[in-house]
């Protein structure tokens, strides 16, 4: 009996200590998220208003759906209105993207995720 009640102490001690430790990781963790987010903010200090952005849109740059996509991607990822900045123009990367090595390496990274997905489905390639 004296075991039982042990063993019982030792478990709730245990999954006490636990529980504590991965509340106070969380606590961290959520401040540390707060603090990069605050750090990576895009808004100025001086005058409280958010820098104005300048993008460019080249007239051969393609149709105005992809310019309005492009608008709304900027727009979410900085937070503000589609109204408070403008594009300038937008252009396509050249250079590493555009790589045939890259452009390699992701095929043979998709044509191996296909290869696992179809082996977890039990299927033969």
Known sequence: MDNIVLSLEVLVIGLSVVMLTLCFLYLVLLCFGK???RVTSCHSAEDGEAPQVGLSIEEEAGPDEIIAVITAAVSAFLGRSPLSFSLVSVKPQTGAAGSAWITA????LLNKSRELALLRRGRKI
């Not at 390496?105 to 043979?108: A, D, H, Q, T």
């Open 35 to 37: 603090a990069v987010a």
């Open 105 to 108: 390496g992701r095929k043979n």
